[in-house]
């Protein structure tokens, strides 16, 4: 059966009982846990669930990852996919891990683990990827508020750069102060002390666990370097951008492991995250799968759809 026949196979196989399908599951992260001489765990978002961002309540099923893995290890291989979320909970998830797993907490990324999923793979010691893998900027993004009441998230360092421009521009000529007034009206002052705020907390993040992670032994340039690649910098200058398995090692100067799809590691990786892949599909509730060779939690989520703008009854 060819690669591209595995997908239907495994929805298919999700018509009967779930909990075989677990055991499947579990069985795989087993098989590749014996390949890495270590145990391997999965924290799987649901990109495609709308509320799948990493934060507070992650940390309890996480715990229980931890606990499992730790009982005959003192090394752990996370299977990650994220979209991101909150900054803070990656730190902690990060102080977890690290304090059970003294020699050596490793990340792998089938896919995506962007933003706060990447805050958490640089404080791993080894990040591994293949050629569906990517990382992404880890700058800031505000929430403003639009008149419809939703938020719409603006990069923190477009809000300040904007501000500088604005601020030279009027010191060349302040003829342009009443021409930029109303722009000015709509940023708060306690909005432009957060960007700040939070871009220094994102760099400071960067480079603290860079240095206990994935640049560990590196010098402290170099760690600088990546971090305000990673925050401030312009060649990742979308907070979407890609950061592949070339830029993560050779840009970025990251420890990156390289698995390429003939690699039977790969192969047991990619078979598994279909699996998961299935399971979101077949149950579009599930927001996220944490997972171990003995366990499964799923984070069931109900969301309900507004009709236009009539409110939820």
């Known amino acids: 059966m060819s690669n ?3 997908f ?6 999700y018509r009967p009982d779930p909990n075989i399908l677990a055991k499947k599951r579990q069985t795989i992260l087993k098989d590749l846990g014996d390949k890495l001489g270590a145990p391997v765990v999965a924290y799987i978002a649901n990109t495609t669930h709308p509320i ?6 992650d940390v309890d099923p996480v715990m229980d990852l931890v606990t499992v893995a730790s009982r005959n290890s003192k090394k ?17 998830l990060l102080g977890i891990f690290k304090e059970n797993f003294t020699e050596s907490f490793n990340v792998i990324v089938p896919n995506i683990a962007k933003s706060s999923g990447t805050m958490l793979s640089i404080g791993a010691d080894k990040i591994i990827m293949g050629i569906s893998s990517e990382l992404g900027p880890i700058d800031p993004q505000i929430p403003l508020i639009l008149p419809t009441g939703q938020p719409n998230y603006i990069p923190a360092k477009s809000i300040i750069g904007t501000l500088t421009k604005i601020k030279e521009e009027i010191e060349k000529n302040e003829k342009l102060a009443t021409v930029y007034y109303p722009v000015l009206q709509q940023i708060r002052p306690e909005t432009t002390k957060y960007c700040e705020d939070t871009i220094a907390f994102s760099r400071s993040f960067a480079q603290r666990w860079l240095k206990k992670g994935a640049m560990k032994g590196k010098s402290e340039d170099n760690i600088k370097k ?4 990673l925050t401030i910098g312009n060649r990742f200058n979308m907070h979407g951008s890609v950061i592949n398995y070339q830029d993560a090692k050779n840009f970025l100067d990251l420890n990156v492991e390289f698995w390429d799809q003939a690699d039977e590691r790969w192969q047991l990786l990619w078979n598994y995250y279909l699996r998961v892949k299935a399971l979101f599909r077949i149950n579009q509730t599930v927001a996220k799968l944490f997972e171990t060779t003995e366990t499964s939690v799923t984070m069931n989520i109900q969301t309900i759809p507004m009709q236009g703008n009539q409110p939820v009854k």
């Open 4 to 6: 591209g026949d595995l």
């Open 8 to 13: 239907s196979q495994i929805i298919q196989e």
């Open 52 to 57: 799948s961002s990493m934060m507070l309540p």
């Open 76 to 92: 752990v291989y996370l299977i990650l996919e994220s979209l991101g979320g909150d900054g803070n909970v990656a730190e902690k």
């Open 226 to 229: 990546t971090a305000d690649e």
